[in-house]
Structure formats: C-alpha cells, structure tokens
T-cell receptor, first 113, second 112 residues
Framework: DTEVTQTPKHLVMGMTNKKSLKCEQHMGHRAMYWYKQKAKKPPELMFVYSYEKLSINESVPSRFSPECPNSSLLNLHLHALQPEDSALYLC????????????FGNGTRLTVT | GEDVEQSLFLSVREGDSSVINCTYTDSSSTYLYWYKQEPGAGLQLLTYIFSNMDMKQDQRLTVLLNKKDKHLSLRIADTQTGDSAIYFCAEGQNNAGNMLTFGGGTRLMVKP
C-alpha cells in the first residue's frame, strides 16, 4: 500500500472538459511532485512544489495547472486537453526537495477523448 | 545531460537470482534508487544507496554500486512470481527540486 493517495484512479474526459486530479499525503513531507508517464516509458517530471511553493515547472503547457492548497494536498487542474495528454499521472512526495527519496502514489489513468 | 541506461528485458526461473543492471553518466549523483512498477500501479520505492556506499543489503535485495564505472545493480535473491514487474533505476541530484533521472526500465519476467 502506498502512503500517497491519488484520486480518481481513472478519468475519461473530453477536450472541452475541466477536471482536477487530487493527491494527498500525511507523512509530513514538504515536497510534492507531479509526473506524467506514457506507456512503456519512464515517468517525466512536470512540477515540483517545495514548502507549498512552485519551485520547478518543466515547461509544461498551461492547460495543466498545479495547485498546492496546503502541505498535505496537491492538485492538478486540467483544461482543454489533447488526446496526446492521455497518460498515467503520478503524484509523489519527499521529506524535502533535497536528497530525500520520492514516494509515489498509484496514479490516475487519464484518457482524453 | 544525464543519461541512465538499462536493459529492456530479463527472464528468470522462480527460485533463481535476478540481477538487473543500470549505468549512468552523471558523476555528481548523490543517491541512486530502484523503483518497482507493477501493471496499472505507481512506482514503489524498493531501495536506495548513497553514492559514497558500495553495497546495501535489505532482505532479498542487494544493491551494488561501482562508482568508478558508474554501474549500479539490483540483485533479487530467490526470485518469486510476485517479483514480475518493471524495475526503474534512477539517479538523484543534490540540488533544489530533488530531480530524478530515470532509466527506461527493465521488465522482469519470472517463470514458475
């Protein structure tokens, strides 16, 4: 079992929809991450939050909008996505944003139709 | 830039040992990680090793690090069918953001 919880597990959305992915951890970690993973590929970093502030945005299109309401929660707001955005979206957390292992959630499988 | 390489596939018989290899290019890596991903699931942190260590053992798992050759391996003793998964090697940098560079993953198939 993972200590990083992601909801929903599966999401199907149209290109005009607005939806949000949610992530929660109660390990007291102060860094949280969004990764995108396409089939048969390793995860790719999208965003890093450190102490609830966005510290890294890996040139992600603006149709993906992250939000960190508090130290336990991380959201990813989705709007006007494209079919090629279909992927497994993984949330992770670590104690700090330096030299601490990342713990991943089970991901949200997103399909854009 | 950093590069992490792994072989694509490994097949072993149940009860045998598995050795999954990884090479990396960035000598400034501070931590090296092994993650396991089962179908439809996220990444499970298996173990990690600090770059000033040569070996780490944790129950059935043994990690060996050859820093000179930039080679990392994961040995799974007494491999079970439940060990079938994709194994990702990753290197971490000592900088803000805790950025990981992942290898392409090795698919381990365990035959009964």
């Amino acid at each position: 079992d993972t200590e990083v919880t992601q909801t929903p597990k599966h999401l199907v959305m149209g290109m005009t929809n607005k939806k949000s992915l949610k992530c929660e951890q109660h390990m007291g970690h102060r860094a949280m991450y969004w990764y995108k993973q396409k089939a048969k590929k390793p995860p790719e970093l999208m965003f890093v939050y450190s102490y609830e502030k966005l510290s890294i945005n890996e040139s992600v299109p603006s149709r993906f909008s992250p939000e960190c309401p508090n130290s336990s929660l991380l959201n990813l707001h989705l709007h006007a996505l494209q079919p090629e955005d279909s992927a497994l979206y993984l949330c992770a957390s670590s104690q700090t944003a330096n030299n601490s292992p990342l713990h991943f959630g089970n991901g949200t499988r997103l399909t854009v139709t | 830039g950093e590069d992490v390489e792994q072989s694509l596939f490994l097949s072993v018989r149940e009860g045998d040992s598995s050795v999954i290899n990884c090479t990396y290019t960035d000598s400034s890596s501070t931590y090296l990680y092994w993650y396991k991903q089962e179908p439809g699931a996220g990444l499970q942190l298996l173990t990690y090793i600090f770059s000033n260590m040569d070996m780490k053992q944790d129950q059935r798992l043994t990690v060996l690090l050859n820093k000179k050759d930039k080679h990392l391996s994961l040995r799974i003793a007494d491999t079970q069918t439940g060990d079938s998964a994709i194994y990702f090697c990753a290197e971490g940098q000592n900088n803000a953001g805790n950025m990981l560079t992942f290898g392409g993953g090795t698919r381990l198939m365990v035959k009964p």
